[in-house]
């Protein structure tokens, strides 16, 4: 019999989530071992499989520092989508108070200069300094999206200028690029950027071969 064994950092749990009120200094825990769906657990699984068998074996996306950082975030997300926990996501009287739009313009001028780095939700509500749930709040009140949500149209953003100026006749691809910006799956990689632009990223890449 094989078993695949999948460990996250407990911690990784707190930063992308939110505690209970009063209760900051506790971290989020799973409350149960089964899913709370039959759906939440294929997602979990499939997460799973996905990356071990095209994150870790590409030696593309495990050098991307970007991608070393958003993929256990994507998959400490999965976990807390599956499984019952602590984790308290309703904003608050004072959490709906901190959600003006002054939050959201210093949340998103820190997004905006921090694209590059290894950020969590968590940071940009320290540095916005209101709570996880007053930031998700004010983005989702404001801008129809999420604070991650927002960062991703950022990175995809520089992924297009990059795409732009590459040429791929000295080895530029579409998933080195997309791995510099933290995208590690690059059929969802592909499908933002034709929404967003209208065409597939290959295509903007390829512009220099015509």
């Known amino acids: ?16 989530a939110a505690t209970a009120p009063g209760r900051t200094d506790q971290p989020v825990r799973l409350s149960g071992h089964r899913p709370v769906s039959p759906a939440a657990g294929r997602l979990l699984r499939h997460a799973i499989r996905f990356v071990h068998d095209h994150v870790l074996t590409d ?86 999206t999420t604070p991650m949500g927002y960062l991703r149209q950022v990175r995809l953003h520089h992924a297009h200028q990059e795409l732009m100026a590459a040429d791929p006749t000295t080895g530029a691809t579409v998933t080195q690029i997309a791995a510099h910006w933290g995208f590690f799956h690059p059929g969802r990689f592909a499908h933002h950027y034709r929404h967003t632009y209208g065409h597939p990223p290959h295509e903007t890449l390829l512009r220099h071969t015509r």
């Open 1 to 16: 019999m094989r078993f695949t064994y999948t460990s996250l950092e407990p911690a990784l749990l707190s930063q992308v």
């Open 59 to 144: 030696p593309t996306a495990l050098a991307a520092p970007l991608i070393a950082s958003t993929v256990p975030q994507w998959m400490a997300a999965t976990v807390l989508n599956a499984f019952p926990n602590t984790a308290v996501t309703d904003p608050t009287i004072e959490d709906r108070h901190d959600s003006h739009p002054a939050t959201l313009r210093r949340a998103i001028a820190f997004i905006d200069d921090h694209a590059h780095h290894d950020i969590t939700v968590a940071d940009i509500a320290a540095a916005t300094h209101v709570t996880i749930r007053a930031l998700q709040y004010a983005f989702r009140r404001h801008r129809d």
